[in-house]
């Protein structure tokens, strides 16, 4: 297909979000926050997944379908016809997400709704696996990284802005668990790809981080 794919992967509140949004608007193309396809799952499941009697998973799985529309900052992700909203924006259903992206029939699922999307669309695709496994052809891959109690912050800045307060240290605890289950499982484990470019950004602002972005993306 003739679209363009940059991924951007990387730990929990990293930024990737913001990174993808702000990159998806300078090129005027869609942004795919996989980390919302993998929650909006998780939250229609609901919690009682990992004790479902065999075929369930795939048969539930088979009623789901995504679809993209609009780009840059107006991207609109929807699970069948409902938009993907901020009920799925907490830590509890992140750490949920994290636990049905272990189980192989989701991360199939999800893996080519990923690529059906970046057949159809240009995509600044963000996640963890984007770079490694979904999108391994792409001209241009990123990595963040942050340390983890910088991260913490970001997110609880981020939810207070949301009007869901939480608490930071019950957050930090939950981010760097929640980054080592997804570092640790055997089926696509967060890491950086082998020509990703690595940009740690504990010291940088969101304007530079997204200046080095730019600067690798436009060359
Ligand atoms: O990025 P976000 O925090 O929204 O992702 C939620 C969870 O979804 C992650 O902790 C991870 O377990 C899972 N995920 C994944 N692969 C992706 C994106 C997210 O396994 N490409």
Redesign the pocket.
């Known amino acids: 297909s003739d679209t363009m794919i940059v991924t951007i992967?990387g730990?929990?509140?990293v930024g990737?979000?913001t990174m993808a949004r702000l990159l998806a608007a300078e090129l005027g193309i869609a942004y795919l926050?996989?980390?919302?396809?993998?929650?909006a799952v998780?939250w229609r499941l609901g919690d009682g997944v990992q004790h479902w009697e065999p075929g369930r998973l795939e048969e539930e799985l088979g009623w789901i379908e995504f679809s993209l529309e609009g780009s840059g900052a107006e991207t609109r992700l929807r699970l069948n016809r409902n938009l993907v909203g901020d009920e799925?924006?907490t830590e509890e259903?992140?750490?949920w997400?994290?636990?049905?992206?272990?189980m192989l029939p989701v991360?199939g699922f999800?893996k080519s709704a990923?690529q059906n999307l970046g057949q159809r669309f240009s995509l600044v695709?963000?996640?963890?696996?984007?770079g490694t496994?979904?999108f391994p052809d792409a001209p241009h891959k990123f990595f963040l990284d942050a340390d983890v109690k910088v991260r913490a912050k970001r997110r609880y800045d981020q939810l207070n802005g949301m009007g869901k307060p939480a608490d930071l240290k019950a957050l930090e605890a939950s981010i760097a668990k929640?980054?080592e289950?997804?570092r640790n499982?055997a089926v696509?484990p967060?890491k950086p790809a082998d020509d990703a470019v690595l940009v740690d950004s504990s010291a940088m602002t969101k304007e530079q981080v997204f200046a080095r972005i730019l600067e690798v993306v436009k060359g």
């Open positions: 992967d730990p929990a509140g990737k979000s926050d996989t980390g919302a396809m993998f929650r998780a799925i924006r259903v992140g750490m997400a994290s636990n049905v992206a272990t991360r999800l990923q695709a963000e996640g963890r696996d984007m496994v979904v929640r980054d289950q997804d499982r696509a967060l």
